[in-house]
T-cell receptor
Framework: AQSVAQPEDQVNVAEGNPLTVKCTYS??????LFWYVQYPNRGLQFLLK??????LVKGSYGFEAEFNKSQTSFHLKKPSALVSDSALYFC???????????FGAGTTVTVRA | DAGVIQSPRHEVTEMGQEVTLRCKPI?????LFWYRQTMMRGLELLIY????????DSGMPEDRFSAKMPNASFSTLKIQPSEPRDSAVYFC??????????FGPGTRLTVT
């Protein structure tokens, strides 16, 4: 079985401050990890993924995430948040031998001006 | 590319009626996924296809739900008969070799 935990329902930061959204996962084998963002009344948009290689992956809109195998974490980060980053963020995982994605419950990010 | 296309964007129907949701995946993608999103249950995978063949439908809630993919450019999700608890946003997503998935805008279904 595979699962994702996003321990924070909400994250609030001031514009220009660093943003971190936490994610931990559980899979039986090696993981493929993903971050998605959802704006109101829109579908999910792919931000970045970890498949293999460098533990630090960079994605769209200045976001990055670090894969930590020992802590089974894949936290999303942005050095300087923008008001336009306010949205719902989902972490997702799949086992490399399974094509089904498991999503976390989501974290609502609010960036105040 | 236009991305994943879903229709209709909104559907309001009465309990007992048949509902058909449609999806056109991104050209060249060989995987197609149907999801349901609700506040209570979050994002749930209903079924996925590979090269038009259903691979895993274990997430389909009941026999009232069925999905087809007659060709690489089109898929349907049908609910017959519909019930109020089916009210949700239904997403279609496609991917190439099951890496990152690209989602459509969703269909917001309301069953009264």
């Amino acid at each position: 079985a595979q699962s994702v935990a996003q321990p924070e329902d909400q994250v609030n930061v001031a514009e220009g401050n660093p943003l971190t959204v936490k994610c931990t996962y559980s899979v039986s084998g090696n993981p493929y990890l993903f971050w998605y963002v959802q704006y109101p009344n829109r579908g999910l948009q792919f931000l970045l993924k970890y498949i293999t290689g460098d533990n630090l992956v960079k994605g769209s809109y200045g976001f990055e995430a670090e894969f930590n195998k020992s802590q089974t974490s894949f936290h999303l980060k942005k050095p300087s948040a923008l008001v336009s980053d306010s949205a719902l963020y989902f972490c997702a995982v799949r086992d490399i031998n399974d094509y089904k994605l498991s999503f976390g419950a989501g974290t609502t990010v609010t960036v105040r001006a | 590319d236009a991305g994943v296309i879903q229709s209709p964007r909104h559907e309001v129907t009465e309990m007992g009626q048949e509902v058909t949701l449609r999806c056109k995946p991104i050209s060249g993608h060989d995987y197609l996924f149907w999801y349901r999103q609700t506040m209570m249950r979050g994002l749930e995978l209903l079924i996925y296809f590979n090269n038009n063949v259903p691979i895993d439908d274990s997430g389909m809630p009941e026999d009232r739900f069925s999905a087809k993919m007659p060709n690489a450019s089109f898929s349907t999700l049908k609910i017959q008969p519909s019930e109020p608890r089916d009210s949700a946003v239904y997403f279609c997503a496609s991917s190439q070799q099951a890496y990152e998935q690209y989602f459509g805008p969703g269909t917001r279904l309301t069953v009264t």
